[in-house]
């Protein structure tokens, strides 16, 4: 008997495995639409027979250490993108929908408990050698191993092993699978084992590394200046997702310290395009000769991408900001519709969620699917946290905001806090100061009116200008009180959300949880977005998160803008569709007899 029930049991499994329908295909997609089919040549918004030529001169803000993208010291150049190819690569026209890069193709089964990527057997990197799967395996456990934001993003990955020399399996933590785990490690970027192997993927260099992408790094000034070089035998320039794109000869990446002074070196030929966050610059700055001889463009571009959150982050994990009564009264004592009328002309929309400008955001009042949703994972919130209209502080823009400095004043005073002499000071007598680092003067302006407006009611607010490298070691380490950034969303939320919100995140360098926020039901509601079984269950989680990370005031939101604003020296030409959720503008191309005139005139 024993031995019959045996072999029932391994015939039980045998037949599971075998009901178990293994897909096979070009693409993945996480809304189930694809707009490319397997034999699709190239995508809709380039131009295939887009000719190749050119420099394209990019500023770039701050300044460099490393041509190592991965390692948690130093600071890495941006744009190794462009030297590295990932196995999977994103198209602009549609969300969440990711084609081959690397991969030819891809398999995983209807449980997504694993994924199997089968590598192109033309793949090679800059020195001739085939990309194998011993690369990709390689760069999973070394990637992960020193960069503790991979180490958060790919949690779930519990192996990464070679099948033979071109296909590789990623298998997915169990029980913990979702149709966006195959995905995930099809973003994965890919470097050489036989480079790394002898090298330390932990410290900052400035070794030019080996990669395998469109271009290489041909020359530099450390600290100050890159110059990528199109590489004419690049593997992949003929393949579907690649054709009609990376048109420029040279890509040279110029560094400043300084945002005005970079506008300025714009508009003076030193590099080629300016995108404008400053409305006040934008419709006062950009003037002068070039811009009346039409040497320089200006354009507005729409477009309807998330914009997730913009503004002041604070730090939890500082006193006293851990009290949710001091973030909520400096949310009061921020002056936003001054801010935007004199500074910005009014252009800008404020952040309302921490997923603005989406469908992935909670609302004034979430729906009662969403509240029942935030009752699951936080069962101590009550009606009020569930069904109160929640607002960020507005006032009228007349640079008083008397009343919700009042208001400002009673939160302070529920935190402990009473006005001695003039100064806001705890029950120990501390004085209320506060602390934000900036790598430019550019946002001065806007910092310097909250500045005004906390000493009305007994707090300091110090602006401390920090070089690159001082900034980014603070954020790094939470060693910051305040600081002023964007946190973009996807239009798919998911393994990003741990770096960004989780409790793990909080304490560990290097994420994003700049707010190191710790919540259980976040927590929760993260798992819940990562195994989200469909696009609208992911949306209502998504909101649920929303509207929790809300109520506990962790950022004082600014605004943005719903256009691209573009200015560019007129030598470029680009392809007549412009994709939704993108400029592309590696799809662009140089108009060489234009950049031959610009030179000779305008450019000594």
């Not at 192109?120 to 020195?127: E, F, G, L, P, S």
């Not at 412009?578 to 950049?595: A, C, D, Q, V």
């Given at each position: 008997m024993t031995?019959?029930f045996?072999?029932?049991l391994?015939?039980?499994?045998?037949?599971?495995?075998?009901?178990?329908q293994?897909?096979?295909?070009?693409?993945?997609s996480?809304?189930?639409t694809i707009?490319?089919?397997?034999?699709?040549k190239h995508?809709?918004y380039?131009n295939?027979?887009?000719p190749?030529g050119?420099?394209f001169?990019?500023?770039?803000y701050?300044?460099?250490d490393?041509?190592n993208m991965?390692?948690v010291?130093?600071v890495?150049?941006s744009?190794?993108?462009y030297?590295?190819?990932?196995?999977?690569?994103?198209?602009?026209?549609?969300a969440?929908?990711?084609y081959?890069l690397l991969?030819e193709s891809?398999?995983?089964?209807?449980?997504?408990?694993?994924?199997i990527f089968?590598l192109?057997?033309?793949?090679?990197?800059h020195d001739?050698?085939p990309?194998t799967?011993?690369?990709?395996?390689?760069?999973?456990n070394e990637i992960t191993?020193v960069?503790?934001?991979?180490?958060?993003y790919?949690a779930l990955?519990t192996?990464a092993?070679?099948?033979?020399?071109?296909?590789v399996?990623?298998t997915f933590?169990k029980?913990?699978?979702s149709r966006?785990?195959p995905?995930i490690?099809?973003?994965l970027t890919?470097?050489?084992?036989?480079?790394?192997?002898v090298?330390?993927?932990?410290?900052?260099?400035?070794?030019v590394?080996?990669?395998s992408?469109?271009?290489?790094?041909?020359?530099?000034?450390?600290g100050?200046?890159?110059?990528?070089?199109?590489?004419?035998n690049?593997?992949?320039?003929d393949?579907p997702?690649?054709k009609?794109?990376d048109n420029f000869?040279?890509?040279?990446f110029?560094?400043?310290r300084?945002?005005t002074?970079?506008?300025?070196?714009?508009?003076?030929?030193?590099?080629?395009?300016?995108?404008?966050g400053?409305g006040?610059?934008w419709y006062r700055?950009y003037t002068?000769?070039y811009?009346d001889l039409?040497y320089i463009?200006?354009?507005e571009?729409p477009f309807?991408n998330?914009q997730?959150m913009?503004?002041i982050?604070m730090?939890?994990l500082?006193y006293p900001l851990?009290?949710i009564n001091?973030r909520?009264a400096l949310n009061?004592?921020?002056?936003?519709?001054?801010?935007?009328?004199?500074?910005?002309?009014?252009?800008?929309k404020?952040?309302d969620s921490f997923f603005?400008?989406?469908?992935?955001?909670?609302?004034?009042?979430?729906?009662k699917?969403?509240?029942d949703i935030?009752?699951?994972v936080?069962?101590d919130?009550?009606?009020?946290f569930?069904?109160?209209?929640?607002?960020?502080?507005?006032?009228?823009?007349?640079?008083t905001?008397?009343?919700?400095?009042?208001e400002?004043?009673k939160?302070?005073?529920?935190?402990?806090?009473?006005n001695?002499?003039?100064?806001?000071?705890?029950?120990?007598g501390?004085?209320?100061?506060?602390?934000?680092?900036?790598?430019?003067?550019?946002l001065?302006?806007?910092?310097v009116i909250?500045?005004?407006a906390?000493?009305?009611?007994?707090?300091?607010?110090k602006?401390?200008?920090?070089d690159n490298s001082q900034?980014?070691?603070?954020?790094?380490?939470?060693?910051f009180?305040?600081?002023?950034?964007?946190?973009?969303?996807?239009?798919?939320?998911?393994?990003?959300?741990?770096s960004?919100w989780s409790?793990?995140?909080a304490?560990?360098?290097g994420t994003?949880?700049y707010a190191?926020v710790?919540?259980?039901?976040v927590d929760?509601?993260?798992?819940?977005i990562?195994k989200a079984?469909?696009r609208?269950d992911?949306?209502?989680?998504?909101?649920?998160l929303d509207?929790?990370l809300?109520?506990?005031w962790?950022?004082?939101p600014s605004?943005?803008?719903d256009?691209y604003?573009l200015?560019?020296w007129?030598?470029?030409?680009?392809?007549?569709?412009?994709p939704?959720y993108?400029?592309s503008?590696?799809s662009?191309?140089?108009?060489?007899?234009?950049?031959r005139k610009i030179n000779?005139m305008?450019?000594?």
């Amino acid at each position: 008997m024993t031995r019959f029930f045996v072999i029932l049991l391994v015939l039980f499994v045998v037949n599971a495995g075998f009901c178990q329908q293994i897909i096979k295909t070009h693409a993945i997609s996480l809304t189930d639409t694809i707009k490319y089919g397997a034999d699709f040549k190239h995508y809709e918004y380039v131009n295939p027979n887009a000719p190749k030529g050119g420099t394209f001169r990019r500023a770039l803000y701050g300044t460099y250490d490393s041509f190592n993208m991965f390692a948690v010291k130093g600071v890495s150049m941006s744009g190794l993108g462009y030297i590295y190819d990932s196995l999977l690569t994103s198209s602009s026209d549609e969300a969440g929908t990711y084609y081959g890069l690397l991969a030819e193709s891809i398999e995983y089964p209807d449980d997504y408990s694993w994924v199997i990527f089968n590598l192109r057997k033309n793949a090679y990197w800059h020195d001739g050698k085939p990309i194998t799967s011993d690369d990709v395996v390689f760069s999973f456990n070394e990637i992960t191993k020193v960069s503790p934001y991979y180490k958060n993003y790919y949690a779930l990955i519990t192996k990464a092993e070679s099948l033979d020399k071109y296909r590789v399996k990623f298998t997915f933590k169990k029980g913990e699978t979702s149709r966006e785990m195959p995905l995930i490690a099809g973003q994965l970027t890919i470097i050489p084992k036989h480079y790394w192997q002898v090298r330390n993927l932990s410290k900052a260099t400035l070794e030019v590394p080996l990669g395998s992408g469109p271009y290489k790094i041909a020359d530099y000034s450390a600290g100050k200046s890159v110059v990528l070089e199109r590489v004419d035998n690049y593997w992949g320039k003929d393949i579907p997702v690649n054709k009609g794109m990376d048109n420029f000869d040279k890509i040279i990446f110029e560094y400043f310290r300084d945002q005005t002074v970079a506008f300025e070196a714009f508009k003076a030929g030193q590099f080629d395009l300016i995108s404008e966050g400053s409305g006040k610059r934008w419709y006062r700055g950009y003037t002068g000769r070039y811009f009346d001889l039409g040497y320089i463009k200006k354009e507005e571009i729409p477009f309807n991408n998330g914009q997730g959150m913009r503004g002041i982050f604070m730090n939890t994990l500082k006193y006293p900001l851990n009290n949710i009564n001091v973030r909520k009264a400096l949310n009061y004592a921020y002056d936003y519709e001054w801010i935007n009328k004199n500074l910005y002309f009014g252009n800008y929309k404020r952040c309302d969620s921490f997923f603005s400008n989406s469908p992935l955001s909670s609302g004034v009042v979430p729906s009662k699917e969403v509240q029942d949703i935030i009752k699951q994972v936080k069962p101590d919130a009550d009606e009020t946290f569930l069904t109160s209209p929640f607002y960020f502080p507005k006032n009228q823009g007349d640079n008083t905001n008397r009343k919700n400095l009042i208001e400002a004043v009673k939160l302070l005073q529920q935190a402990g806090y009473k006005n001695v002499d003039g100064k806001m000071v705890d029950k120990n007598g501390r004085p209320l100061i506060l602390e934000i680092g900036l790598t430019s003067k550019s946002l001065e302006n806007e910092l310097v009116i909250f500045q005004k407006a906390l000493a009305r009611i007994g707090v300091e607010l110090k602006i401390l200008f920090l070089d690159n490298s001082q900034y980014i070691e603070k954020v790094r380490n939470k060693d910051f009180m305040l600081i002023y950034t964007g946190m973009r969303q996807s239009e798919s939320p998911g393994n990003e959300q741990r770096s960004m919100w989780s409790s793990s995140a909080a304490l560990e360098k290097g994420t994003r949880n700049y707010a190191a926020v710790r919540d259980k039901a976040v927590d929760k509601l993260i798992d819940l977005i990562i195994k989200a079984p469909n696009r609208k269950d992911l949306e209502l989680y998504t909101q649920a998160l929303d509207r929790i990370l809300l109520m506990g005031w962790y950022v004082i939101p600014s605004g943005f803008s719903d256009k691209y604003r573009l200015a560019y020296w007129d030598k470029f030409e680009k392809p007549k569709i412009t994709p939704h959720y993108s400029l592309s503008i590696s799809s662009w191309w140089i108009n060489t007899e234009k950049e031959r005139k610009i030179n000779e005139m305008v450019i000594k």
